[in-house]
T-cell receptor, first 114, second 112 residues
Framework: GDSVTQMEGPVTLSEEAFLTINCTYT??????LFWYVQYPGEGLQLLLK?????DKGSNKGFEATYRKETTSFHLEKGSVQVSDSAVYFC?????????????FGSGTRLLVRP | SAVISQKPSRDICQRGTSLTIQCQVD?????MFWYRQQPGQSLTLIAT?????????ESGFVIDKFPISRPNLTFSTLTVSNMSPEDSSIYLC?????????FGSGTRLTVV
């Protein structure tokens, strides 16, 4: 079945460092891909999304490119801030068999130190 | 985009009791979803709730334990029945619109 694999955390960075969180997926169709962020004690917020190959999603300085050839959707940010400390979830929606469910990766905790 | 309100935000319940969680959307949405997030874990889909039909449950989740109602296109409830400490989790509702998924703020449930 469909699945999402994320790099394990926690990822600890200093402020202004470059961030990469790896995400790869397995799907039989042509999924849409998402990154969600969960700040401490809060619900999930959509960070960015991409719906087809080579699409680049971007928001708040974060970017991710839908790479069909490598089945990846890695999250990047050029300069992280302390306020970026959160858990990041990669997810896919394959929409096959009339199912629109979202399948999540395990989540990666990011801690940014001043 | 539509806004979703979920309540209660948190509760502490005695084992053996039931809790009903409500989600209200400020516009009509076709598909709503209920997820569970166990402590330190990712999100797992419990069921998909469509108006006018029974909810579709994922493997490992049953209607007797997690009954769901979807009386109209703006509202849904999830009940966690006969609770045990293992049910302590965050429960989140979600809906689909314009190709994206919006989540409620979650209900943090502790069963003692």
């Amino acid at each position: 079945g469909d699945s999402v694999t994320q790099m394990e955390g926690p990822v600890t960075l200093s402020e202004e460092a470059f961030l990469t969180i790896n995400c790869t997926y397995t799907a039989t169709g042509y999924p849409s891909l998402f990154w969600y962020v969960q700040y401490p004690g809060e619900g999930l917020q959509l960070l960015l999304k991409a719906t087809k190959a080579d699409d680049k999603g971007s928001n708040k300085g974060f970017e991710a490119t839908y790479r069909k050839e490598t089945t990846s959707f890695h999250l990047e940010k050029g300069s992280v801030q302390v306020s970026d400390s959160a858990v990041y979830f990669c997810a896919l929606s394959d929409r096959k068999d009339s199912s629109y469910k979202l399948i999540f990766g395990s989540g990666t905790r990011l801690l940014v130190r001043p | 985009s539509a806004v979703i309100s979920q309540k209660p935000s948190r509760d502490i319940c005695q084992r053996g009791t039931s809790l009903t969680i409500q989600c209200q959307v400020d516009s009509q949405v076709t598909m709503m979803f209920w997820y569970r997030q166990q402590p330190g874990q990712s999100l797992t889909l419990i069921a998909t709730a469509n108006q006018g039909s029974e909810a579709t449950y994922e493997s490992g989740f049953v209607i007797d334990k997690f009954p769901i109602s979807r009386p109209n296109l703006t509202f849904s409830t999830l009940t966690v029945s006969n609770m045990s400490p293992e049910d302590s989790s965050i429960y989140l509702c979600s809906f689909l619109e314009f190709g994206g998924y919006t989540f409620g703020s979650g209900t943090r449930l502790t069963v003692v």
